[in-house]
């Protein structure tokens, strides 16, 4: 077992273990730290495959960003375990089945991937340089450049609809001074 | 995976430089506030601190053995283990920072092996210190959260808004420079600003983008936490900001990891703007002193560039007072973030002009 | 009367909208740095305490002493001048006859065995050194130094006396 087969392991059992943690843990606050957690063990399979860049912007934008404003809504909120509302057990029963469809899925998705791969010999060790950033950037602008202009269009009418939500209307505010 | 076959003397030779690294920051950062105490009461027609040793030089030690003396305090309704790890996190996240910063020149020793004065040379070194910096928000955050007060939470929010806010505006402006540099890399952008003078204009990125220059000072200030963007603390006004329940150490930690933390931003600043190790007249030093003094030439170019960044932030906290919150949401989000856009967008437009 | 502007000084506020140039702060900013910078280079007002101290002047009233005459006796005859001419109180004492043999310690008949001022009461007027027949109690050019305790500031007969000159020549 070569050395970056004893940190592949390493790594994936510290993320499921951390990833097992955030649905665990009853301290909202805790389930938000692990998931951050998770975040910088996947950053690190990501240095694994070679790409670091993929693996610094994972860090940059999850962890340091969308997690942070987790972080305020919980804190603001002041969540905690005393406060977690009852589940029904229907729901509950309804949230094993769900769950378990999705995991029988995404284990379908999986096999089928392996079994495409088997016959090929796939270099690990001179790992494609498919996460650097030049080549990340040019099949980005090239290869992908309609899905990757859609998705760019879909956060800006996301951030368009944050303004609206955030901006104060008038009418309702007098209404409710009336 | 190239990255893991690794030889014992560059283990050990790494090992030696993050050593020297990391004692380095902390003995500058240890010695930033005694010097933050003089500069202050310099312009204040004051002597400062000249008890502790000759000029007050064995200040800082004092106070670190101060706190080290002081009760420990852990408030009974806070998590414990989140209050521990607050300050850890703010140290750590700003230790981290220098991994990436080049040192100086490669040291050539008399066996014709060479040893690279940095401690990773990684092709993403700019986004490493972004994604550092956006960590050192969790150490405030946590902390703040952990001490079980609503004051110290609601500074820790002020505080993260802050930084988050400015994240933006030194993530974009920055974009403009890695336009003209073409790398992410720490060492090669230091490289391209060999020298001083090349071809008919400044090779330093300062002059060649000035307005960068500038955002990305506003915007190290507010990352810093430092006056006039101190909102997180207001020492003078406000109890203290989100380290009110801290006490001993722990405070000790906060506070130590800021002057770090400036430490690097000066070496950030000057690597990225004012050239680094690169000097005028740096290829006639080369040629007439041996490959290793040359290279501790560089290493003290560095460190003073750097040291006069640290004392021009001392300069600009002593002379201009706090911004008011929304001052610096407007400064940030209205006027810094489309500057650097319209700017990102001049240079694309020019290297593509010139370029075609 | 206008009573806000009594002093004919005061200004109204300014609140005109920031032109461009005040927007963007950076000629105020250079403008406090260059202030700043010339602060620099000026005379620091700081006095060294311990090894330099503020010069006092010459009717300066601080800390008391009793006098002794030329023989080394001492001066004061507990007539309570001093402290009956004490605004704040601060004094008092205890009066002794003068034994036999003791006329080398006391200049009269009569003599303080105890005699306190509290340093905290007194206020320095320099009534009592007016008020001394005797010119036995003068006020110097020194200061009560801190002290831990309330105690600490009510002196004694035995710190207020001078040294006797005669025992300072023999003990030489």
């Known amino acids: 077992m070569g050395i970056h087969q004893i940190v592949f392991w390493l790594l994936s059992i510290m993320t499921l273990v951390f990833a097992i943690g955030v649905i665990m843990s009853r301290n909202p606050i805790s389930s938000v730290l692990f998931l951050i957690l998770t975040f910088f063990t996947i950053s690190g399979h990501y240095v694994m495959l070679n790409a670091q860049f993929l693996a610094i912007v994972n860090i940059i934008v999850y962890a340091g960003a969308i997690m942070v404003l987790f972080l305020f809504v919980i804190m603001l909120m002041n969540l905690n375990s005393d406060t977690e509302p009852q589940k029904n057990v229907l729901v509950q029963f309804a949230a094993v089945i769900s769950g378990g469809a999705l995991l029988l899925v995404l284990i379908a998705a999986v096999k089928k991937t392996f079994t495409g791969l088997e016959g090929k010999e796939i270099d690990l060790v001179n790992a494609t340089d498919i996460g650097l950033i030049k080549n990340l950037g040019k099949v980005l602008f090239t290869d992908f450049v309609f899905p990757f202009e859609i998705a760019s269009v879909l956060f800006l009418s996301a951030m368009v609809g944050a303004v609206i939500l955030g901006k104060k209307d008038k009418e309702i505010i007098r209404s409710v001074e009336v | 995976m190239m990255l893991l076959a690794i030889s014992l003397s560059f283990v050990i030779g790494k090992v030696i430089l993050i050593a020297v690294i990391l004692g380095g920051s902390l003995g500058i950062a240890m010695y930033s506030t005694w010097a933050e105490r003089k500069v202050a009461a310099i312009m204040q027609d004051r002597t400062g601190p000249n008890r502790a040793g000759p000029f007050g030089l064995f200040q800082p030690l004092a106070d670190g053995l101060k706190l080290f003396m002081k009760e420990e305090i852990i408030p009974v309704l806070s998590s414990k283990f989140l209050f521990i790890l607050g300050p850890s996190l703010a140290m750590l996240v700003s230790c981290m920072t220098s991994a990436v910063i080049p040192w100086g020149p490669d040291l050539q020793f008399a066996d014709g092996s060479i040893f690279s004065l940095q401690v990773a040379d990684v092709n993403i070194g700019i986004l490493f210190i972004f994604g550092a910096v956006s960590l050192g928000v969790y150490g405030i955050m946590l902390g703040a959260w952990a001490s079980n007060n609503k004051y110290s939470l609601m500074s820790s929010i002020r505080a993260a808004s802050q930084a988050i806010s400015y994240e933006l505006a030194l993530g974009i402006s920055m974009i403009a420079l890695v336009m003209m540099s073409g790398s992410l890399s720490m060492r090669e952008i230091v490289e391209q600003q060999h020298g001083f003078w090349k071809d008919g204009y400044f090779t330093w990125y300062v002059f060649k983008q000035p307005f960068v220059f500038l955002v990305f000072l506003v915007c190290s200030f507010a990352e810093l936490n430092r006056a006039p963007f101190d909102m997180a603390e207001c020492e003078s006004e406000l109890v203290g900001g989100y380290h009110t329940e801290y006490s001993s150490m722990k405070l000790g930690f906060y506070l130590f990891s800021e002057y770090i933390n400036m430490f690097i931003t000066s070496v950030i600043l000057s690597t990225l703007f004012f050239g680094g190790y690169n000097y005028p007249g740096m290829d006639w030093v080369a040629a007439h002193v041996p490959p290793m003094i040359y290279s501790f030439i560089g290493v003290a170019v560095l460190l003073g560039k750097a040291v006069g960044f640290i004392l021009f932030f001392m300069f600009i906290r002593w002379t201009i007072p706090r911004f008011r919150y929304d001052q610096l949401m407007n400064l940030g989000w209205k006027s810094l973030i489309p500057f650097a856009l319209i700017n990102m967008l001049i240079t694309g437009a020019v290297i593509l002009f010139f370029n075609k | ?172």
Do not use: W
């Not at chain 3, 260059?34 to 300066?60: C, D, V």
């Not at chain 3, 009233?61 to 004061?76: Q, S, V």
């Not at chain 3, 007194?122 to 009560?144: M, N, R, S, V």
């Not at chain 3, 130094?145 to 007969?157: A, D, L, T, V, W």
């Open chain 3, 1 to 172: 009367m206008n009573y806000n502007n009594i002093s004919n000084r005061a200004k109204p506020v300014d609140r005109h909208p920031m032109t461009f140039m005040e927007k963007i702060y950076l000629p105020a900013i250079a403008k406090g740095l260059s202030i700043t910078l010339g602060h620099m280079f000026h005379k620091k007002a700081t006095i060294n305490y311990p090894e330099q101290t503020r010069p006092f002047s010459e009717n300066f009233r601080g800390l008391h002493i009793l006098n002794r005459d030329e023989e080394g006796r001492e001066r004061c005859t507990a007539c309570g001048l001093c402290a009956l001419s004490c605004p704040a109180e601060a004094i008092t004492m205890e009066s002794a006859e003068r034994k036999k043999g003791e006329e080398h310690l006391y200049k009269e008949e009569k003599y303080a065995a105890q005699y306190e001022i509290n340093m905290l009461r007194c206020i320095f007027c320099g009534l009592c050194e007016e008020a001394c027949p005797k010119d036995a109690i003068y006020l110097t050019q020194t200061f009560a130094p801190s002290n831990y305790k309330r105690e600490g500031f009510i002196y004694k007969k035995e710190d207020l006396l001078i040294p006797n000159p005669k025992q300072i020549t023999t003990n030489n």
